[in-house]
């Protein structure tokens, strides 16, 4: 029994040991503490903070706490990739900011002198001057001479917000945009669309020739219908907005085969100053015939970009333009704005320059093929030149007007 008493407790004094050395040290740190006048440390790691979220946000901190070891003449100090990202984004950055929005590239609409009132609002007139508002609207553009020339109208836009957007946001301020009449807040589409330096057409809604099973609305221009007729209903589409440089179709293959009517509209348009942009919807030969007739300043389009609406073929009619305006000296192209329509020409535009070509608002070519007071005959026989090239019977034919044309 005595050994039992004896060896109950065999590491009793080695513990009375440690713990006396745990306790030394834990007064001299305590000690130590207080001599440098700062709290006690806290021991536990396990502290609960979640309970005490007003203590915490309402924590005053004071004095010095910079980052050890930090340089404090350093200005910028980040990750590298972020560093990367911000280079690039700054990279054309001349480091003068300004909250103010861009000043608009193009002049307010509509212009004094250049308007009168019509059934719809300020309809487009030549001014006392004799300035036209195709010149007064028309995007400033400082082209090069002897440098082959590409023009791409873009229509269909206004009646749908998110694909008009995108054309205005995404597309190069030398494409030019076609509105339709129709449009809600049609003047301030066209606002927004030439504050971003867009020039901007009108669109004409014009017969087809499946009509009336294909409406293109209320004031269409109609084959059949009297010369007063079509000329109220021209009145009021040309009076929907201002500040567009010209017009273009909307349809209209059944009109553009009928060379009386097409004359008498082309004839009203000239006599208020504006240019004529059509895709050829129609018989080209018709469409050149009433412009000569009528004196007027129209051009049709070398190509319709879209007729195939995917991708690859509409980069392959972009690139049949490239070789029309390298044989001509200008080339102009038409298109919807289809989703891939807009993002294959904002791609393809890109690397233009870089080809030998410049990108011209519609304006430009059409100064070049119908100079402002030069003889309109010769003027549209030039233009004419373009149709002559080995274009598919679908672009310029009357195939062409009864298949794209109508679908638009």
Same mark, same amino acid.
């Given at each position: 029994?005595?050994?039992?008493?004896?060896?109950?407790?065999?590491?009793?004094?080695?513990?009375?040991?440690?713990?006396?050395?745990?306790?030394?040290? +834990?007064?001299?740190?305590?000690?130590? !503490?207080?001599?440098?006048?700062?709290?006690?440390?806290?021991?536990?790691?396990?502290?609960?903070?979640?309970?005490?979220?007003?203590?915490?946000?309402?924590?005053?901190?004071?004095?010095?706490?910079?980052?050890?070891?930090?340089?404090?003449?350093?200005?910028? +100090?980040?990750?590298?990739?972020?560093?990367?990202?911000?280079?690039?984004?700054?990279?054309?950055? !001349?480091?003068?900011?300004?909250?103010?929005?861009?000043?608009?590239?193009?002049?307010?609409?509509?212009?004094?002198?250049?308007?009168?009132?019509?059934?719809?609002?300020?309809?487009?007139?030549?001014?006392?001057?004799?300035?036209?508002?195709?010149?007064?609207?028309?995007?400033?553009?400082?082209?090069?001479?002897?440098?082959?020339?590409?023009?791409?109208?873009?229509?269909?836009?206004?009646?749908?917000?998110?694909? !008009?957007?995108?054309?205005?946001?995404?597309?190069?301020?030398?494409?030019?945009?076609?509105?339709?009449?129709?449009?809600?807040?049609?003047?301030?589409?066209?606002?927004?669309?030439?504050?971003?330096?867009?020039?901007?057409?009108?669109?004409?809604?014009?017969?087809?020739?499946?009509?009336?099973?294909?409406?293109?609305?209320?004031?269409?221009?109609?084959?059949?219908?009297?010369?007063?007729?079509?000329?109220?209903?021209?009145?009021?589409?040309?009076?929907?907005?201002?500040?567009?440089?010209?017009?273009?179709?909307?349809?209209?293959?059944?009109?553009?085969?009928?060379?009386?009517?097409?004359?008498?509209?082309?004839?009203?348009?000239? /006599?208020?100053?504006?240019?004529?942009?059509?895709?050829?919807?129609?018989?080209?030969?018709?469409?050149?015939?009433?412009?000569?007739? /009528?004196?007027?300043?129209?051009?049709?389009?070398?190509?319709?970009?879209?007729?195939?609406?995917?991708?690859?073929?509409?980069?392959?009619?972009?690139?049949?333009?490239?070789?029309?305006?390298?044989?001509?000296?200008?080339?102009?192209?038409?298109?919807?704005?289809?989703?891939?329509?807009?993002? !294959?020409?904002?791609?393809?535009?890109?690397?233009?320059?870089?080809?030998?070509?410049?990108?011209?608002?519609?304006?430009?070519?059409?100064?070049?093929?119908?100079?402002?007071?030069?003889?309109?005959?010769?003027?549209?026989?030039?233009?004419?030149?373009?149709?002559?090239?080995?274009?598919?019977?679908?672009?310029?034919?009357?195939?062409?007007?009864?298949?794209?044309?109508?679908?638009?």
């Amino acid at each position: 029994m005595a050994r039992l008493d004896s060896d109950r407790f065999p590491l009793k004094a080695p513990l009375l040991a440690g713990l006396g050395v745990a306790a030394a040290l +834990v007064i001299g740190v305590a000690a130590l !503490t207080w001599l440098a006048g700062g709290p006690a440390p806290t021991i536990s790691a396990s502290a609960d903070i979640a309970g005490q979220p007003a203590v915490l946000a309402s924590a005053e901190i004071t004095g010095d706490h910079g980052a050890p070891f930090s340089d404090p003449h350093t200005d910028d +100090v980040s990750l590298p990739g972020v560093r990367d990202t911000a280079d690039a984004l700054n990279a054309h950055d !001349t480091g003068h900011h300004s909250p103010q929005p861009a000043t608009p590239q193009a002049p307010p609409a509509p212009l004094p002198g250049l308007y009168e009132n019509g059934p719809g609002g300020p309809l487009p007139v030549i001014s006392a001057s004799g300035e036209r508002p195709d010149q007064a609207y028309a995007h400033a553009f400082h082209g090069v001479e002897n440098v082959p020339t590409v023009s791409v109208i873009v229509g269909g836009l206004g009646l749908s917000q998110s694909l !008009t957007e995108r054309a205005i946001e995404v597309l190069p301020a030398e494409v030019t945009l076609s509105f339709a009449p129709y449009a809600d807040n049609l003047q301030d589409w066209i606002n927004r669309a030439r504050a971003d330096g867009h020039e901007v057409l009108l669109e004409l809604p014009m017969e087809p020739f499946d009509y009336p099973n294909n409406d293109p609305g209320p004031h269409t221009l109609l084959v059949d219908a009297s010369t007063q007729e079509n000329n109220r209903r021209l009145v009021w589409l040309l009076s929907r907005a201002a500040g567009y440089t010209g017009v273009a179709n909307y349809l209209g293959a059944r009109l553009g085969a009928a060379e009386g009517p097409m004359t008498e509209i082309f004839s009203e348009l000239e /006599a208020r100053g504006l240019s004529i942009f059509h895709d050829g919807a129609g018989r080209r030969a018709v469409l050149e015939q009433a412009g000569r007739h /009528a004196h007027a300043r129209m051009t049709i389009a070398d190509r319709v970009v879209d007729s195939d609406p995917s991708p690859r073929a509409i980069d392959g009619r972009l690139l049949e333009l490239e070789a029309l305006a390298l044989q001509n000296g200008t080339a102009l192209g038409s298109g919807f704005a289809y989703p891939a329509t807009v993002d !294959t020409i904002a791609a393809w535009a890109e690397g233009l320059d870089g080809r030998g070509y410049q990108l011209a608002p519609a304006s430009f070519t059409m100064q070049i093929r119908s100079p402002v007071g030069a003889s309109h005959a010769v003027a549209n026989d030039h233009g004419a030149g373009h149709g002559n090239d080995p274009a598919p019977a679908d672009d310029h034919g009357d195939s062409h007007g009864d298949g794209h044309g109508d679908t638009h």
